[in-house]
Structures are given as C-alpha cells and as structure tokens.
C-alpha cells in the first residue's frame, strides 16, 4: 500500500507564508501527477496546484502569483509554497498522488489564516 502524509499546516496571518510538505511512501512503482486541493468549510474540494511527472504545473486562478508547487522525486514529496496568504484560503489541505491506474490521497494539513 502507499500511504500519503501531509504536515506543514498551521495558523498564519495574512500576507504571511506556510510551506506545506507531502511525503509518499510504500509501494511505490510509479508517480504521475501530484497535486494539492482544499477544502473550507461548506465548500466543494477544490483543486489548488498539480505538478506532473514531466514537472510541468497548473493554478487555480486564485493562488496564481502566490503559491508555488514543486516535487522532489528522489524523496517522493511534494511541496506547496504559500505566499501573501489571505483569509479565503483557510482550508483543509490535501495532497494526492497520481499511481498507476489510482490515487493515493493524504489524511490533509489544516491551514488558518488569521490575524
């Protein structure tokens, strides 16, 4: 099995930065995609950034210019970088990798922006 962990959430003010990691492990013989999504409270899980294998990536239109996704695939993680957050992202965060014919998702990182 392939178990997917979060960390890195927590409480930040706005315009403030969170880096939020996700590690892979398990049996692992293949990773395509990889990508953050969240959740807030009384709304639909929504995609926030994916990156794939060839490292390319795609935004949601309200984090571009802010948050960054990237992977490290020697380590089977992936990161997002928060920047100048705001209060509409707070969110449960999760992460989910793209196997063979499946997804793996994360247990998600609470993210609370607030001053």
């Known amino acids: 099995q392939v178990q997917v962990v979060e960390s890195g959430g927590g409480l930040v003010q706005p315009g403030g930065s969170l880096r939020l990691s996700c590690v892979a492990s398990?049996?692992?013989?293949?990773?395509?995609?990889m990508g953050w999504y969240r959740q807030a409270p009384g709304k639909e899980r929504e995609l926030v950034a994916a990156?794939?294998?060839?490292?390319?990536?795609r935004y949601a239109e309200s984090v571009k210019g802010r948050f960054t996704i990237s992977r490290d695939n020697a380590k089977n993680t992936v990161y997002l970088q928060m920047n100048s957050v705001q209060h509409e992202d707070t969110a449960v965060y999760y992460c989910?990798?793209?196997?063979?014919?499946?997804?793996?998702w994360g247990q998600g990182t609470q993210v609370t922006v607030s001053s």
């Open positions: 398990g049996s692992i013989f293949s990773v395509y995609a």
């Open positions: 990156i794939a294998n060839d490292f390319s990536t």
């Open positions: 989910r990798v793209g196997l063979a014919g499946t997804a793996t």
